[in-house]
């Protein structure tokens, strides 16, 4: 290969690494107000299946409970208030028992008058059926708790910008 062909060729390497200097630099300009207020009317991220997947495969094997907890620590991490409630109950029957099915899972509901709430016993069935085994269900519990903490860190956003925009001290602009 010839110099120029050399050189060429390094230019053309220089020019595509600075181009993608420049579009990483673009992506990361701030977006206009009416961008950002978008966001707040937005739907939080979420994973409906995943959830549903996961309470059911919870359902199929109690024995995976434990690695279940071990990545979605609480019930706050669902999306659905329908799912909170029945994954509290099924840990908390877990907790208590070292097991867990549809019939003492129906029963607990029942008993802290949550069935209605949750959708009845045909919808912890279908939890149930929806799913073929419960040999995905880390997975599924992993892509409930990323949902949560990237809703986390929205929630924390809109509080910063809440005190940026409320805030009534402005000495720190002063020092700017």
Do not use: C
């Not at 707040?40 to 024995?63: N, Q, Y």
């Not at 609480?74 to 840990?91: E, K």
């Not at 939890?127 to 995905?136: D, K, N, T, W």
């Amino acid at each position: 290969m010839d110099e120029n062909a050399i050189n060429s060729a390094r230019g053309s390497n220089e020019s595509d690494a600075a181009g993608q200097r420049r579009s990483r630099r673009d992506r990361q300009t701030p977006r206009g107000f009416a961008d950002v207020a978008k966001l707040f009317e937005a739907l939080p991220p979420h994973a409906i299946e995943a959830e549903m997947s996961l309470l059911g495969s919870m359902l199929w094997d109690s024995k995976i409970v434990g690695d279940v907890v071990a990545i979605v620590r609480s019930g706050g991490d669902f999306y659905r208030p329908a799912h909170t409630a029945i994954y509290d109950a099924m840990v908390e029957l877990y907790d208590k028992s070292g097991g867990l099915d549809l019939i003492t899972l129906n029963q607990a509901l029942i008993d802290k008058g949550l069935l209605d709430a949750v959708g009845g016993l045909n919808y912890l069935v279908s939890l149930a059926e929806g799913v073929p085994g419960a040999s995905a269900a880390t997975h599924y519990a992993r892509l409930v708790r990323e949902k949560a903490t990237v809703r986390d860190l929205i929630g924390a956003a809109g509080e910063i910008l809440h005190d940026a925009h409320t805030s009534r001290d402005l000495s720190y602009r002063a020092a700017a």
